[in-house]
């Protein structure tokens, strides 16, 4: 399977689905997952360096590339800055750590995770605090690993509207891409538009509504708000059966046709399977104003970073609140 790409700003072509693999670090489950996508088309993959599993993924691309199955220049790579490298002169050291971690010369997407930096922790047990964020001053630090070959494209992670503006504003080297959270119940139409007006493409993370946050914040200590699930709404599984197709191909479809793309995240082969056959049906305008009528807005945002447990008072929070 080929999959179709869009095109960023800088000349080069995001896959317009990824696998997403954060709360993959099981070494086994992600190998077999990384195994699975490779094999059915996935040629974008997504990872972060807060996720801890780089080395994972690395691994398993080293293999591929050794053995013949795939060339360099035939994956699409995102990783990200953490928070705790939100500081001009951690940028540097941070992406070349990833890039040891995934054994690559270059990513093909370097994303800023959060626009708020914290501050380093010695130990992980260590509190965290948020620090002063001078988002012209790191960009201008990204811009510099695209110039240096580290990065052929750059761009940026849960940023708002006024934040991306500040961005393009004042960038030599645009940002390719916004990754935020985006489905269904969640649309932020208002800030898509803003970023693909700019010639910034859009990637949805939690594009199923990530039906397993609730549990990874448990082992936090944290209680998830309650959210309504898409897949098991009754309008998209109405969608769905008149297709043939899945409540997850459904709502993955609708952002495509949005001209957003898609990271799922799933460690299990089957629904890594399932989830990149997108592109045998079309949603017509009758099932894209009927999904577009599930937006609920801020209310059914899922990642809140309330995970991060850093204070939401810091002046560059994203998030309305």
């Not at 459904?250 to 890594?272: C, G, W, Y």
């Not at 009528?293 to 939401?312: N, T, W």
Request: net charge positive; hydrophobic share 40%.
């Amino acid at each position: 399977m080929v999959v179709p790409t869009f095109d960023l700003l800088g000349g080069y072509k995001i896959p317009v689905v990824g696998l997403g693999t954060w709360q993959c670090n099981n070494e086994k489950e992600l190998e077999d997952a990384l195994n699975a996508a490779l094999e059915n088309g996935y040629r974008h993959i997504d990872t972060a360096y807060l996720y801890q599993n780089e080395h994972i993924i690395g691994r398993v691309l080293k293999e591929w590339f050794t053995s013949g199955k795939l060339k360099r220049e035939d994956v699409f790579i995102t990783t990200k800055l953490p928070m705790e490298g939100i500081h001009p002169d951690r940028v540097e050291p941070f992406l070349k750590k990833s890039l040891e971690n995934l054994q690559l010369d270059y990513l093909d997407l370097y994303l800023i995770h959060f626009p708020v930096g914290i501050t380093q922790r010695k130990n992980p047990s260590d509190s965290l605090h948020t620090i002063p964020t001078d988002h012209i001053a790191i960009w201008k630090k990204f811009e510099q690993q695209v110039d240096a070959g580290r990065a052929r494209s750059i761009g940026i992670s849960n940023f708002n509207i006024k934040q991306v503006d500040r961005i393009v504003k004042n960038a030599r080297v645009k940002p390719a891409s916004l990754q935020i959270e985006n489905h269904v119940f969640l649309q932020q139409a208002e800030l898509v538009k803003f970023a693909q007006d700019q010639g910034i493409v859009v990637v949805a993370y939690s594009p199923l509504g990530s039906p397993a946050y609730g549990n990874y914040v448990a082992t936090l200590g944290i209680t998830a708000k309650p959210t309504p699930s898409i897949l098991n709404h009754p309008k998209v599984n109405e969608i769905a059966k008149k297709h043939g197709k899945t409540a997850a191909h459904v709502a993955l479809r609708f952002q495509i046709q949005r001209k957003i793309a898609v990271i799922p995240k799933s460690v299990t082969a089957n629904r890594v399977q399932a989830n990149i056959n997108l592109f045998d049906f079309t949603l017509d305008d009758q099932d894209m104003k009927a999904l577009r009528q599930l937006d609920i807005g801020e209310a059914c945002r899922v990642c809140d970073f309330k995970f991060a447990k850093v204070s939401s008072d810091h002046p560059e929070w994203p998030f309305p609140q």
